[in-house]
């Protein structure tokens, strides 16, 4: 019934001999790579979340133009309750110059245990310096000290949660291309599924977010245009309406500009142009389906 179903008119999209064989191979590459950046990502991941929970004097810092590090505070601040003031420039951390000092050297000597306190030295505008205790603190943190709770447990915890759940978006493509691998259409899904859910999971994200313009970029570009070739072509494999195979074309051409016109890349753009354009491509593949469904589809193809 499976095969039939797949080879009737109404699914064109069997596939037979070398192009069946490239498909697969496409499939395999893509999700093999797709699970390489997720493993590659988990250490930066963990770190991060390690940061989330963890203890810090909860202030952000500025570098003037003698290359002095200075305090941007809030009132509620661990920082501004303890006295330092906004715009204080930070001289040294527990005995240490910050002079030379890269700005995640100084973050990581500010950040601990929630609690802990570390001595600041401090100089405001041209008076003399003065030595101040903050007590580091953090929201989180605290809550999970409430709980009897270690940053590392949550740290584990939250990775193995995201590790379980790109390991059964992964069972769910294999199955997909266990046993519908010869349907173009059905790869195309599974290698979305493990492209966008695992392949540009947080553990990813996370570990290009600080590289400027890079692969990644161009990764979340293929894996945003699959998702609207496989709007524009489900389930039939066709281009439902006419219009479509015009955005599809557009779009190609867009995703090629990308790597060499960065500009183009939607997330580079202000948040507001960012998701006007997002949205203004989805809204084309929910659309083309709702065309679909309500014009072009028989029984099968609904259900």
Not at 65 to 70: H, I, K, M, N, S
Not at 73 to 95: C, K, N, P, W
Not at 245 to 270: H, K, N
Request: aromatic letters at 12%.
């Amino acid at each position: 019934m499976e095969s039939e179903l797949i080879s009737s008119p109404s699914y064109p999209t069997r596939l037979q001999g070398i192009m069946l064989h490239l498909a697969r191979l496409a499939w395999l590459v893509v999700t093999l790579a797709s699970l390489g950046l997720f493993v590659s990502g988990l250490p930066a991941r963990y770190n991060d979340i390690r940061t989330i929970y963890q203890g810090n004097i909860q202030v952000d810092l500025l570098r003037n133009p003698q290359g002095e590090y200075l305090f941007v505070t809030g009132s509620g601040s661990a920082a501004a309750r303890a006295g330092v003031l906004d715009r204080d420039i930070l001289l040294s951390i527990d005995g240490v110059s910050t002079a030379g000092l890269a700005l995640e050297q100084i973050q990581g000597m500010l950040a601990g245990a929630v609690g802990s306190t570390v001595q600041l030295s401090v100089r405001t505008g041209g008076f003399p310096p003065r030595l101040v205790t903050v007590t580091r603190d953090s929201e989180q943190g605290r809550i999970l000290q409430q709980f009897g709770l270690s940053t590392d447990f949550a740290a584990l915890f939250v990775l193995a949660s995201e590790i379980v759940f790109a390991g059964l978006c992964v069972l769910v493509a294999g199955v997909i291309y266990r046993y519908r691998s010869a349907d173009w259409m059905a790869l195309l899904a599974s290698l979305i599924l493990t492209m966008i859910l695992v392949g540009l999971s947080l553990p990813v994200v996370n570990q290009w977010k600080n590289q400027g313009v890079t692969f990644l970029d161009l990764w979340f570009a293929l894996a945003f245009g699959l998702m609207l070739l496989f709007f524009y072509l489900f389930p039939s494999g066709r281009f439902v309406p006419r219009v479509t195979i015009v955005l599809a074309g557009v779009l190609a051409v867009w995703t090629a500009l990308e790597p060499f016109q960065t500009w183009l890349y939607p997330w580079v753009q202000p948040r507001v142009i960012f998701a006007g354009v997002v949205i203004a491509w989805l809204s084309t593949g929910a659309l083309a389906l709702l065309y679909r469904y309500r014009f072009h589809s028989d029984t099968t193809q609904k259900r």
